[in-house]
């Protein structure tokens, strides 16, 4: 009782003698990662606030569209599928992200995605298990809404329920510009609002700001060729989380690795999610012929798309797809699918030889019957694809997840170029680098955000106790 007393005081007495205002944690962005570090540092006793720079929350969390992988969750174990486990999610990861990864962060996502799930649903997120599995994966493991909408308005619809009921303060408006340090460690940020510049002491400061592939001058800075990509990404993800934590001496892991996805709109950069293919969709060339097995990780799958002719593919899928997904309604309703009665009708509206188109569809039927590929090798056909009308969606590459950032150790505590832990800064998130590796397999994202950032939380909070 006495010493509950004790620790109350202390994590009290920032706000109570200092000037400036002040939080044991002061969280910088509010998407996944950031919510999901707020509400778990206030559960474990600290005073929390959640810094937007945009007038919206969210981030790029808001595009989340597939779903979330996690291994030997109820879902997954009451769908029947059983040989799923951390060791077979922590293979298929390091082998889509070329073996860059940092081995100890992806034991850490791969152990602990499924109780970052059971905590989402926990929370009231309405989750069931998605059948058929997503690029790199060698089975499936996907979690998202039942209804099959996507993943990350409903985390953000849990989150940010939560954080009001928690009475946590989200400012939107509020760009974190500096991290003040006394005596080597974080004492506080420094915040531009409409009233200017202000300080907000803190004990801790988790970054969740997100990656920069909105930002063509940093992403060219690194990997010049992707000059002209159009990006999926929200226009605030511009990396600054990357250069706060730099001014602050952190090191760097993998900042060059840039994810493109193979299926965005050139037009405005909209994804259409990978999800589409994980339930059944093909993807055709201008001839009217496949071209890869669209099961492929993201970075491999791109590379084929841009080889066909123009660089660009069409994502073609049935009425059975377009029911079970209910991302296909917004593709559709917002005009980036076309719809047609049959093939015939399919290859004019898109104009590739109908001959071609339905020879694809037909060997692709067979391989379906006989559930083998011998063309690509694609591992798993979820559909025959013969069920009328049928839509395409003309796609080429996008700029989509930068796999570097700031340097972390399993805490999520931000590592100093000397290889130490700054003391009183974490991260969480896309602003990280390390967990993915040189390809980050889709639905991992989800399991990141909420994995990492749960960890940052609960450590930011036991720092700020301590401190
Ligand atoms: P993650 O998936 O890692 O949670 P998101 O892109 O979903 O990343 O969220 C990051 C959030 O951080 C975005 O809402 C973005 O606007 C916000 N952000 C980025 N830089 C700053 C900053 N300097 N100050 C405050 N918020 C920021």
Not at 204 to 221: D, E, H, R, S
Not at 231 to 257: C, F, M, R, Y
Request: charged share 20%.
């Amino acid at each position: 009782m006495q010493l509950k007393h004790i620790a109350f005081l202390t994590l009290s007495a920032v706000s109570t003698f200092a000037m400036a205002e002040g939080f044991d944690v002061v969280v910088v962005g509010s998407g996944g990662a950031g919510l999901s570090s707020a509400i778990t540092a206030k559960e474990s006793g600290a005073t929390v606030v959640v810094l937007e720079k945009m007038a919206y929350i969210g981030g790029n969390s808001n595009f989340a569209s597939g779903g979330m992988n996690a291994a030997g969750t109820k879902q997954q174990l009451a769908a029947g599928v059983t040989q799923d486990s951390p060791e077979l999610f922590y293979k298929d990861t390091m082998k889509g992200g070329h073996n860059l990864n940092n081995p100890a962060l992806l034991k850490t996502l791969t152990e602990n995605a499924k109780y970052a799930e059971e905590w989402l649903v926990d929370l009231g997120a309405k989750f069931c298990f998605r059948k058929g599995r997503g690029g790199g994966q060698s089975i499936a493991r996907g979690h998202g809404p039942c209804d099959g909408s996507a993943v990350g308005p409903e985390i953000l619809r849990v989150l940010t329920e939560r954080a009001a009921k928690d009475g946590i303060a989200i400012r939107t408006e509020n760009q974190v510009v500096k991290i003040v340090m006394k005596n080597g460690a974080v004492a506080g940020v420094e915040v531009k609002t409409e009233d200017g510049v202000k300080t907000i002491d803190a004990r801790a400061v988790v970054l969740a700001t997100g990656g920069f592939g909105a930002n063509q001058a940093m992403v060219t800075k690194y990997r010049p060729e992707l000059k002209g990509f159009s990006t999926t990404n929200h226009p605030g993800a511009l990396g600054e989380g990357i250069k706060l934590g730099e001014d602050v001496g952190a090191s760097l892991t993998d900042i060059e690795q840039i994810q493109i996805h193979p299926s965005v709109i050139k037009r405005d950069g909209h994804l259409i999610s990978e999800s589409m293919r994980a339930r059944g969709a093909i993807m055709v060339n201008q001839k009217g012929e496949r071209f890869c097995n669209e099961l492929l990780t993201r970075d491999v799958v791109s590379q084929h798309v841009l080889k066909q002719p123009g660089g660009y593919a069409y994502l073609i899928y049935d009425q059975s797809i377009f029911d079970s997904n209910k991302l296909s309604r917004g593709y559709y309703k917002d005009g980036y699918s076309v719809k047609a009665e049959n093939l015939d009708e399919l290859a004019q509206k898109i104009k590739v030889p109908a001959k071609t188109l339905k020879a694809t569809f037909a060997a692709y039927k067979k391989a379906y019957d006989t559930q083998k590929d011998t063309a690509f090798g694609r591992p798993e056909m979820v559909i025959a694809l013969d069920k009328a009308p049928y839509y395409a969606a003309q796609i080429t590459p996008g700029i989509h997840h930068t796999m570097g950032g700031l340097t972390i150790n399993t805490k999520a505590e931000v590592q100093s170029k000397a290889g130490k832990s700054i003391p009183g800064l974490f991260a969480a998130g896309e602003v990280t680098g390390g967990v993915h590796g040189g390809n980050r397999i889709g639905g991992n994202a989800v399991a990141d955000i909420v994995t990492f950032g749960r960890i940052a939380g609960k450590d930011a909070a036991a720092y700020a106790k301590a401190h």
